[in-house]
């Protein structure tokens, strides 16, 4: 069982940046891939980033391309997501998952995920 809490969240202007955190509980965190989603009021949760258990291989949807980073830290049980040059339309709940796979894939869609943090809150102020 893995708990992931996130972290990081927070109101920034246009073109401002935020870090995410996503710390997660467990001895086994570093063969979990991980994954970073968001949604949107009266939109569907949707793909951001996703890492491979060794952090070697990574995946960005299209809308962040160039501007999210997403990295790991397996001595300290924790990935994050870093955020640049954010726009209003970046606005979101936030949330970060883990999956149980082995091998050296990374995963784009929800269901592939076993744990999910509780998410948090950022707002991109135009």
């Known amino acids: 069982q893995v708990q992931l809490v996130e972290s990081g969240g927070g109101l920034v202007q246009a073109g401002g940046s935020l870090r995410l955190s996503c710390a997660a509980s467990g001895r086994t965190f570093s063969s979990y891939i991980m994954g970073w989603f968001r949604q949107a009021p009266e939109k569907e949760r949707e793909f951001v980033a996703g890492?491979?258990?060794?952090?070697?291989?990574?995946r960005y949807a299209d809308t962040v391309k160039g501007r999210f980073t997403i990295s790991r830290d397996n001595a300290k049980n924790t990935v994050y997501l870093q955020m640049n040059s954010l726009k209003p339309e970046d606005t979101a709940v936030y949330s970060c998952?883990?999956?149980?796979?082995?091998?050296?894939?990374?995963?784009?869609?929800?269901?592939?995920?076993?744990?999910w943090g509780q998410g948090t809150q950022v707002t991109v102020s135009s």
């Open positions: 998952a883990g999956a149980r796979v082995l091998g050296p894939a990374v995963l784009t869609t929800a269901p592939d995920y076993d744990y």
């Open positions: 890492i491979s258990w060794s952090g070697t291989r990574t």
